[in-house]
């Protein structure tokens, strides 16, 4: 079992910066690609950032490419997700997710989750 855990949330003006990190419990940490989602009020948890096990490969949802920049450090056991440019549709809860490839069923470990909220 994998327990992640948010920090870094808070609040920040509109064209602001913040950084989120969710640091992982275990040792097998550097195996897992990681993934960032978040969650607005009244809508449905979407898909923002990925970063594969070793940290060559990344993936943005189109709404954050080119603000967002997604790094990890395998020493730390931990993921980073540098946000800029912040708009205030950026405002929800942020949750790192990581995906265990033994188990094979997609991103299989939540973190509880960091609010960000952009004020305009």
């Known amino acids: 079992q994998v327990q992640l855990v948010e920090s870094g949330g808070g609040l920040v003006q509109a064209g602001g910066s913040l950084r989120v990190s969710c640091e992982a419990s275990?040792?097998?940490?550097?195996?897992?690609?990681m993934g960032w989602f978040r969650q607005a009020p009244g809508k449905e948890r979407e898909f923002v950032a990925t970063?594969?096990?070793?940290?060559?490969?990344?993936l943005y949802a189109d709404s954050v490419k080119g603000r967002f920049t997604m790094s990890r450090d395998n020493a730390k056991n931990t993921v980073y997700l540098q946000m800029s440019s912040l708009k205030p549709d950026d405002t929800a809860v942020y949750y790192c997710?990581?995906?265990?490839?033994?188990?094979?069923?997609?991103?299989?470990?939540w973190g509880q989750g960091t609010q960000v909220t952009v004020s305009s």
């Open positions: 970063i594969s096990w070793s940290g060559v490969r990344t």
């Open positions: 275990g040792r097998t940490f550097s195996r897992y690609a």
């Open positions: 997710a990581a995906d265990d490839p033994s188990v094979g069923a997609g991103f299989d470990y």
